[in-house]
């Protein structure tokens, strides 16, 4: 079965300092692996996406993502961190066998990052 | 913004009433979901239409019962809910999950439907 971890319950980072966000996974296949970022009273918004290639991927509002295969892990990064960064962050997985009921997205419990001014 | 529409964007309902939830998407997407949330927990999955068929209930209580009448628009019937039902229900879509890197079927949230049930 699927699953995806987020350890930490907040992250609190200074503003200008770089962030972590962690995530971990289990999952059949290849995973395809998945950051997710939601403001209070929104939706959820894609920031970036792991499939294959790269273990360095880059998405919106200058986050990236590595990807560690011996790890398991996936975590979301970020250089230089903003006050608007603040929120709520859910790492998801999908595993890759084809058109199996298994193959939802399954999402992590959500880290909530908050950063100080 | 998002390509993904909600409405209402607030709704409250007592225990008696019928109401509806509505999505739509222009995006071409095969794929609609109905997620629901509680405050500060992940999304829960309820069902999953795939070329306008339900392809996956996650053992939902029949008081929702989603219908999708064509490809753009999914909705979600409310009837007879209790208050712990109370929560934020998003809908998502998607391409179709077809396995490689060609469709890698990552979710675009709508901005959610808030219900209250009193």
């Known amino acids: 079965a699927q699953s995806v971890a987020q350890p930490e319950d907040q992250v609190n980072v200074a503003e200008g300092n770089p962030l972590t966000v962690k995530c971990t996974y289990s999952v059949s296949g290849n995973p395809y692996l998945f950051w997710y970022v939601q403001y209070p009273n929104r939706g959820l918004q894609f920031l970036l996406k792991y499939i294959t290639g790269d273990n360095l991927v880059k998405g919106s509002y200058g986050f990236e993502a590595e990807f560690n295969k011996s790890q398991t892990s996936f975590h979301l990064k970020k250089p230089s961190a903003l006050v608007s960064d603040s929120a709520l962050y859910f790492c998801a997985v999908r595993g890759t066998r084809l058109m199996n009921r298994d193959d939802k997205i399954i999402f992590g419990k959500g880290t909530r990052l908050h950063i100080l001014p | 913004d998002t390509e993904v529409t909600q409405t209402p964007k607030h709704l409250v309902m007592g225990m008696t009433n019928k109401k509806s939830l509505k999505c739509e998407q222009h995006?071409?997407?095969?794929?609609m979901y109905w997620y629901k949330q509680k405050a500060k927990k992940p999304p829960e999955l309820m069902f999953v239409y795939s070329y306008e068929k339900l392809s996956i209930n996650e053992s939902v209580p029949s008081r929702f019962s989603p219908e999708c009448p064509n490809s753009s628009l999914l909705n979600l019937h409310l009837h007879a809910l209790q208050p712990e039902d109370s929560a934020l229900y998003l809908c998502?879509?998607?391409?179709?999950?077809?396995?490689?890197?060609?469709?890698?079927?990552?979710?675009?949230f709508g901005e959610g439907s808030r219900l209250t049930v009193l």
């Open positions: 998502a879509s998607s391409h179709l999950w077809v396995r490689g890197p060609a469709n890698t079927g990552e979710l675009f």
């Open positions: 995006m071409g997407h095969r794929a």
